[in-house]
C-alpha cells in the first residue's frame, strides 16, 4: 500500500542505535530514493561471519519506485552493502569521485561480473540530481576520506539535510573547508527535517585539525633513527599524503603493506588525491635494499585485527617482513570501543621485539573525521530545522543529541530517536513515527546471507569455541542390535589432559550401557541418537559444569 502523497516517509534500515551499516529509505509518493548502504564489522557473538549488513527487504519489495542510491562517501559503513543490493536491485548509484572508485572496486571485487550491469554515476560538489519528486545536491563536508558530502535532498514538503559523517575542518588537507555558505543559505531558505550524525556528540570543543596531525608526524619522523612503521585506517587519504609528505621531508621511502591499504591507494593515486615523487613508492620486496632510516612502510592493523599486516608483523607472520629493535611504530588511530584488547595485545608484542611504539594513549597521532560538540552546535545553528533525527550512533549518542539540539532551543516534540525499521512521517505539518518494518540485521557468511543472527549455526559455532565438542562413533551390529565394537569417544577444546582419560572412559561405559538398555527395550539404535546426545550432554555437565557439542555417529553392519 503507497503512502498517501502528501506524506514524507523517512524509514532507516540501518545505522540508528549504532555504529555502521548506515541505510535510510525516503519515500513520497511513488517514489523512494536511499541514502548510503554500508556494512558493519561481526562481533564476537558471530564465529564466521564475514560481514554484517542491512535487511533489504522493504526496499526489494517497493524496488519499482526506487529512483536512485545516493552514497555520502566512501567508508565501508556506508558502501559495504552496495554489492548485496546490486545483486538483487537496479537503480542508479551517485556519490563523489573517490567514492566511486571504491564502490566500483567492492562490487567487481564481491560480486565479479555485476558491475557491467550497474548504472555508476560520479558527481562533483554542488551537483544536482533529479530522481522522481526528489531533488539531491551534493555539498562538500570534511572528513577523514576524499569525496565526503552532506546531502540537501529537496522534497515537496521541503528540504531534508542528512548530514553523512563530518567534521569543520578550518585547515584540510585538501578539497577545501567544509561549504558552510551553501549549508547556511538552505537553512534560511527553511529546512524541514536535519538527519544528523551523532559520532562524537560526547566530545566536547572542536575536533583537532588533520593538519596537526602531519605536525606530529614530523616530530616522531625527525626522532627515528630506523625503519618506521604507521598502521592507520586505509580509507583515511588525507593521512596517507601526510606520511607520504613527512617521508619525503626525511628522505625516506614508502612502502604499502595490507590488500585494503594497496586497493585505496591505487584508487586515490589514480584520482590524483596522493602528490608524492615519483620514486617514493616502493614494493613492500624492496625495504631491504635501503638502509633502516630511509624506510617508511604504511600498513593496516591499526585496530589490531587479527589478520591485519601489523598484527602478522608484530607476530613475526608475515612472510615479508618482521619488527627488528631499533624500528618505531606508529599507531594512527584510536581505539574503536571493544577493540581495546587485540590492540593493547599487538602493542605489548611490539615492545617486546624492540620498537619504539606511539600510539593515541601516549601521542597526538590521530584527529577524528567526526565533528565534536562545537561544531555540531555550529550545524544545527546554520541549518535551523523544524525536526531532528540524531543519527549514527549508539543509543546513548542520539540521546545526547537530542538533549544538545533541546539546548539550543528546539522544542524535545520536534526531535525523535529512531531505531532500525521504524517508519517515520510527516503529513499536514505533523511528525511521528507510524509503524516499524524489516529492520533486523543481515549476516554474509561467505556468500550466503543469513536472515537471522540468532541462528542455530551461529550458537553451535559459539558452543565450538567456548566448550569444544565431544564426538561419540558406534558400530552396531544390524542384526543383533549389539555393539560391533567397542565405542570409540574423541575430545577437542573441551578436556584438559588430567582429566581427558576418565572422561572419555566414562562416557564409552555410558555409550555401552546405553546401547544395551536399547536392545533390552526393543529399540532401534537409529531411532535413539537424539535420546543419547542429550544423556551425554547431561553426563558430561554433571561431572565438568561445561557444555560441549556433541556428535553421535552411528554405523550399521
Same mark, same amino acid.
Given at each position: ?11 532507516? +534500515? ?43 527487504? !522493504? ?21 559495504? %552493502? ?19 572508485? +571504491? ?11 555485476? +558491475? ?53 575542518? !578550518? ?48 616530530? =616522531? ?23 607520504? /609528505? ?14 585494503? =591499504? ?10 590524483? !588525491? ?29 585496530? %589490531? ?28 588511530? /584510536? ?110 557468511? %561467505? ?32 542384526? /543383533? %542390535? ?71 555417529? +552411528?554405523?550399521?553392519?
Amino acid at each position: 500500500m503507497h503512502p498517501q502523497r502528501a506524506t514524507l516517509r523517512l524509514i532507516p +534500515l540501518g545505522g540508528m542505535c549504532e555504529i555502521g551499516k548506515n541505510m535510510t529509505a525516503y519515500e513520497y509518493g511513488n517514489d523512494i530514493i536511499i541514502v548510503d548502504c554500508g556494512q558493519s564489522f561481526p562481533d564476537e557473538t558471530m564465529p564466521g561471519v564475514d560481514a554484517v549488513i542491512p535487511d533489504f527487504t !522493504y526496499v526489494l519489495q517497493n524496488r519499482d519506485r526506487v529512483r536512485g542510491i545516493f552514497l555520502t562517501h566512501g567508508h565501508e559503513d556506508h558502501i559495504g %552493502g552496495i554489492p548485496y543490493l546490486m545483486k538483487e536491485l537496479r537503480a542508479p548509484i551517485y556519490g563523489g569521485r573517490m567514492t566511486m572508485e +571504491l564502490v566500483k572496486y567492492k562490487i567487481e571485487d564481491r560480486m565479479p561480473g555485476l +558491475l557491467k550491469s550497474c548504472t555508476v554515476n560520479t558527481v562533483r560538489d554542488g551537483d544536482v540530481i533529479q530522481a522522481g519528486c526528489f531533488s539531491v545536491e551534493f555539498i562538500h563536508v570534511n572528513h577523514s576520506i576524499a569525496d565526503a558530502s552532506m546531502l540537501a535532498i529537496k522534497t515537496p514538503l521541503g528540504y531534508v539535510m542528512h548530514s553523512g559523517d563530518f567534521k569543520v575542518d !578550518y585547515t584540510p588537507i585538501d578539497g577545501g573547508i567544509i561549504n558552510l555558505q551553501r549549508i547556511a543559505e538552505i537553512g534560511r531558505a527553511g529546512v524541514l527535517l536535519f538527519v544528523c550524525e551523532s559520532t562524537n556528540i560526547e566530545v566536547k570543543g572542536f575536533s583537532v585539525s588533520e593538519r596537526h596531525v602531519g605536525e606530529s608526524f614530523a616530530g =616522531m619522523f625527525s626522532g627515528a633513527k630506523g625503519r618506521i612503521f604507521v598502521a592507520t585506517f586505509s580509507s583515511n587519504i588525507y593521512r596517507l599524503q601526510q606520511i607520504f /609528505t613527512a617521508a619525503e621531508r626525511h628522505g625516506r621511502k614508502v612502502a604499502l603493506v595490507g590488500r585494503s =591499504m594497496l586497493n585505496v591507494f591505487n584508487a586515490a593515486n589514480s584520482l590524483g !588525491y596522493i602528490q608524492m615523487k615519483p620514486d617514493t613508492l616502493i614494493d613492500i620486496g624492496q625495504i631491504d635494499n635501503y638502509p633502516p632510516e630511509r624506510v617508511v612502510v604504511i600498513s593496516t592493523g591499526s585496530q %589490531g585485527e587479527p589478520m591485519s599486516a601489523l598484527t602478522r608483523i608484530a607476530f613475526s607472520s608475515h612472510r615479508e617482513v618482521e619488527i627488528v629493535p631499533g624500528d618505531t611504530v606508529i599507531i594512527s588511530a /584510536t581505539p574503536i570501543p571493544g577493540n581495546e584488547k587485540p590492540i593493547y595485545k599487538v602493542i605489548n608484542e611490539l615492545y617486546k621485539r624492540g620498537a619504539k611504539v606511539y600510539y593515541s594513549a601516549m601521542a597526538d597521532v590521530h584527529a577524528s573525521g567526526h565533528a565534536s560538540q562545537e561544531e555540531i552546535k555550529l550545524i544545527h545553528a546554520l541549518v535551523k530545522p523544524r525536526y531532528l533525527i540524531p543519527a549514527h550512533g549508539e543509543y546513548r549518542m542520539l540521546y545526547q543529541h537530542a538533549e544538545l539540539a533541546n539546548a539550543l532551543g528546539m522544542a524535545w516534540e520536534n526531535i525523535f530517536i529512531l531505531g532500525n525499521g521504524d517508519i517515520f512521517e510527516i503529513s499536514k505539518g505533523k511528525a511521528a513515527i507510524t509503524g516499524f518494518t524489516n529492520g533486523a540485521a543481515v549476516l554474509i557468511d %561467505g556468500a550466503t546471507s543469513v536472515d537471522d543472527p540468532d541462528n542455530l549455526v551461529l550458537r553451535e559455532r559459539k558452543l565450538l569455541s567456548d566448550d569444544g565438542v565431544v564426538s561419540v562413533a558406534l558400530a552396531i551390529d544390524r542384526k /543383533t %542390535g549389539e555393539l560391533s565394537a567397542p565405542p570409540v569417544v574423541h575430545a577437542m577444546g573441551f578436556l584438559y589432559d588430567s582429566e581427558y582419560q576418565k572422561i572419555t572412559r566414562d562416557c564409552e561405559k555410558r555409550a555401552v550401557d546405553f546401547v544395551r538398555r536399547m536392545k533390552a527395550q526393543n529399540k532401534k539404535m537409529s531411532d535413539c541418537v537424539q535420546l543419547m546426545q542429550g544423556q551425554m550432554k547431561s553426563f558430561l555437565y554433571e561431572k565438568t559444569k561445561r557444555r560441549p557439542v556433541v556428535m553421535v555417529s +552411528l554405523i550399521e553392519l
